[in-house]
């Protein structure tokens, strides 16, 4: 099973990497595309996250019934964990962006977002609605309804249950409902009509099944007058695969949720509840009664008596055949009134021209990136791949607008290139997440009108290839993209991005102060291009001293770094201060960081955050300095515990032996680390014998659900998970054992400590222990009862055994200092002689 999913995981990878350089068409690929182009309808489906989507129903309305199909994924997944790296937050988002765009990119659907942040998990929309202002996110929902304009929309969660599941899942379902009728109402939003019109989708689904029945019992008992049913396990001959491997192909893009899965195969029904809208007259089609031919289009007809034809008699042998049929519809598209499918279809059948001919068409640069005001060199390339006579008339690149006119013969199989001087203009702005421009809230990113639910920001630098196919003109826009090679990858493209001259970064974005010594810290410069040089300084209040106020730096070469190092001399007493790294060069002040995302299943991304980093000085006391931290799914806690003086060492479940236990005065086991480390079962044994001759073990949460806990005996007694968390991060804390030693030594933690939390206190608590062990904590969220599973310790032999819930993950790199305390308290239980049993029983 193992070697499957292996297989699976990289053949998934293969289809991203490949998605990154130009797309390549086979003749059943051009036919699916044809048929596609004969399909005028359109669905919608919305949920809340990325991986909400129901991939199999995506691919089956995109590749069986050929229609336009996208996702909209009200948020961008900030608020979860990371399985594959150590982005979280903002970083996190761009990065399931980009999983997203990978699944679609397989299963044929695109791909929307609103501006929600996810804030983390809510248990109620009333709570979620609130946060995000349910005003801005029901705006962007029906901007993306005016805009797709979908016949069919389908919900993937019922809107009739708030507070049973996510109330993030529920409010993408309650906007969609509401927006349903609002998109058509030019009193609603009527700022969105300068951009778009507005348009009534003819019908409404819930996505529903078993699971929003309770069991495949009830389901079957349950009356389903009122629900359509798909067989989404169709067998597709052109690609040799059934939908149903394309979607968990694509499905297994979501690689930072864990979610590489193995393919099924076979029948499997899909049930879609309707809501509202017209009645469709056939149970197995969602689309029945909807005008979906070239009927629907003024002018409609004679495209279609074309395109059919090019359908019915489709030369797989050599398509180029069909050209001058697909011309003619193209020249009759671009003459159609209706502005919408006109520009949809043009976009359309310009790719089928293109792969019908063997057309390739490229603009690449030797270099990743450029600032403002820089000159690129970059290598236009055409080659026509067929007899069809084409010539190469012109090509216009942007933002410039400068057209380089050639008028030449392409010949059959026969490269033409062309090198062109493109200077980037001083005020274009830099490539980077729009919706990460500028600062937004806790539940709401900022966006132009324009640019809201596109899934990126548009690449500014392109090249227009202006081809001439039997006497009419047609344009073919490509991005310019940087391409090279790796001796172990091959060829590799990458996308251009326009970036500062200049950036910087510092290692820790949270610099714990334990005592009021100084520390060095070391901020790292960037050149954006060569010869370049500045002055840097920190940027703070008072109450820090910085020393020296600002040094000067020059860097030759473009892409070297320059480390610069200030000494920061904290205040007596506790304090926080955020410090921001300030370049002058040229009169101008630069204080972004420049973040690089970098995996094989997606485009390699760059991110322009703040700089900022936050110091805090912290009265804190720990008892012991060795630590051994065992990876998980992947956390910045071992980092956060060496700020403040502890000698952590990473070490894989595979290196845990009894002797080198043996040395660290605790052990601690990282977030889901059961969860993802099926290895580790078989050294649970050796960290219960760890602790029973008197060590400290400090297990961090882990899941009992999706992808199973991998482990039976999680700690030496009774102890089950549950899915209980509290996510008010200002949630009231109770101590249940006030004298607890987790409580008391050697830092006495007081309800202050528990000011500053962020996203969470915790999550997926036990809910079930044994005697043995002692609730130190209680907590809950507004009208629950109250959780006594975030914090439990229990002797075990000669040392303890502590359980946590609580987000330390989030906290420790945040730098909240009641957190620092509780953690350090947690590694200092066993080491003093106040430490006994009924000391730990509080």
Known sequence: MQRILSFLIGLAITFSINAQK???????????????????????????????????????????????????????????????????????????????????????????????????????????????????????????????????????????????????????????????????????????????????????????????????????????????????????????????????????????????????????????EYLKGSLPNDENNIFSGINTTWGRVKGGEAIAEILLDVQNHFNFKNPSEHVPQLVKAYQLINNLEDEYWRKLKLEEIKKIIKACSGLFLEATVNQASAVPGETIDIRASAINRSDIEMKLKSIKTTPTNETNNYNKTLANNQETSSGIAVTIPQNSPYTAPYWLKEEGTLGMYKAPQELRGKPETPRLVKANFNIDIGGVEIPFEEDIVYKYSKPDKGEIYQPFQILPPVTASVANKVAIFSNNESKQISVTITAGKDNISGLLHLKHNGGWNVSPESINFNIANKGDTKTIHFKITPPDNEDEETMTPVIKVNGKDYNKELVTIAYDHIPTQSVLLSDSFKVVRLNIKKIGENIAYIAGAGDAVPESLRQIGYNVTVIQPENINSAYLKIFDAVVVGIRAYNIHESLKFKQHILLDYVKNGGNLVVQYNTAGRGGLNIDNLAPYLLELSRDRVTDENAEVTFNAPSNALLNTPNKITQNDFNGWVQERGLYFPDKWGKEFTSVLSMHDKGESKKDGSLLIAPYGKGYYIYTGLSFFRELPAGVPGAYKIFANMLSVGKTAKNDANYIKG
């Open 22 to 272: 130009p797309k390549t068409y086979t003749s059943s690929n051009i036919y699916e595309a044809v048929q596609k182009l004969n399909f005028l309808g359109t669905a919608l489906y919305i949920a809340a996250h990325p991986d909400d989507e129901n991939t199999r129903l995506i691919s089956y309305l995109s590749n069986e019934v050929k229609a336009r199909t996208a996702y909209l994924s009200l948020t961008r997944g900030d608020g979860g964990q990371n399985l594959i790296g150590p982005e979280l937050r903002e970083l996190l988002g761009v990065l399931r962006t980009e999983e997203l765009l990978a699944a679609r990119n397989i299963d044929g659907g695109q791909q929307f977002f609103s501006r929600a942040n996810d804030f983390g998990f809510s248990k109620h929309p009333e709570e979620t609605l609130e946060i995000w202002n349910k005003k801005e996110v029901l705006a962007d929902v029906v901007w993306v309804i005016r805009n797709f304009k979908p016949d069919v929309i389908i919900n993937r969660f019922d809107h009739r249950t708030p507070g049973t599941t996510h109330g993030h899942h529920t409010s993408s379902a309650m906007l969609s409902f509401e927006a349903f009728d609002m998109a058509r109402n030019p009193n609603e939003y009527p700022e969105q009509l300068k951009y778009t019109a507005t348009w009534q989708p003819e019908r409404l689904f819930f996505n529903t099944s078993w699971w929003f029945y309770g069991s495949p019992e009830n389901f079957e008992k349950a009356n389903k007058t009122k629900l359509l049913h798909v067989d989404i396990g169709t067998y597709y001959p052109t690609l040799g695969m059934s939908n149903n491997e394309i979607a968990s192909i694509a499905r297994s893009q979501h690689l930072s949720q864990g979610f590489g899965g193995i393919s099924s195969r076979g029948s499997e029904q899909e049930y879609l």
